[in-house]
T-cell receptor, first 115, second 114 residues
């Protein structure tokens, strides 16, 4: 079974631009979560989607948004990029919440550099 | 809110040495606890987990026991190998809001030298 895939793997953008990152979950997984990883802040939760609905959102400004499609693929968008948005963005998929703890499986990440 | 505190790194050990990475947590309710490992240039891989008090998670020679009385989930391995060099993250998942977001510690970088 294929793992979580993220595209692109590397991205360089200029301050003020916007960017869209894509995540394809493991087949059959319906929940997708996004995390930002930086050396200073570590791993921080961005948001979680299940069945095309955002279930939870971390403490990030409105410039960070996401969506999930009917095939469970997810995208996240960052508008008006700032230098501090440079990070590794990780996507994780799981079967989906239904009262039990589901393991989250992570993709390799997208390395975003803002110049 | 939820939080995870793990020992600062980096940790450098000789091959076959004993490893302990401390992890303590603060959470409401009854969280599940995890250790993830991140090898250079890769995403996170689940190493082991425990879902209730006194559970012991184990995998690839690593172990951790869910201690509710001390709110701890320390990672141990009896004999490390060079291939264990990586960054290790302690994390918790609390489903209080019906969501399973993970709260991570800062990570501990382990280097094992031959």
């Amino acid at each position: 079974k294929a793992g979580v895939t993220q595209t692109p793997r590397y991205l360089i953008k200029t301050r003020g631009q916007q960017v869209t990152l894509s995540c394809s979950p493991i087949s059959g997984h319906r929940s997708v979560s996004w995390y930002q990883q930086t050396p200073g802040q570590g791993l921080q939760f961005l948001f979680e989607y299940f069945s095309e609905t955002q279930r939870n959102k971390g403490n990030f400004p409105g410039r960070f948004s996401g969506r999930q499609f009917s095939n469970s693929r997810s995208e996240m968008n960052v508008s008006t990029l700032e230098l501090g948005d440079s990070a590794l963005y990780l996507c994780a998929s799981s079967l989906g919440p239904s009262g039990e703890t589901y393991e989250q499986y992570f993709g390799p990440g997208t390395r975003l550099t803002v110049t | 809110g939820n939080s995870v505190t793990q020992m600062e790194g980096p940790v450098t050990l000789s091959e076959e040495a004993f490893l302990t990475i401390n992890c303590t947590y603060t959470a409401t309710g009854y969280p599940s606890l995890f250790w993830y490992v991140q090898y250079p240039g890769e995403g996170l891989q689940l190493l082991l987990k425990a879902t209730k008090a006194d559970d012991k998670g184990s995998n690839k020679g690593f172990e951790a026991t869910y201690r509710k009385e001390t709110t701890s989930f320390h990672l141990e391995k009896g004999s490390v190998q060079v291939s264990d060099s990586a960054v290790y993250f302690c994390a918790l998942s609390s489903s209080g809001a019906g969501s399973y977001q993970l709260t991570f510690g800062k990570g501990t970088k382990l280097s094992v030298i031959p």
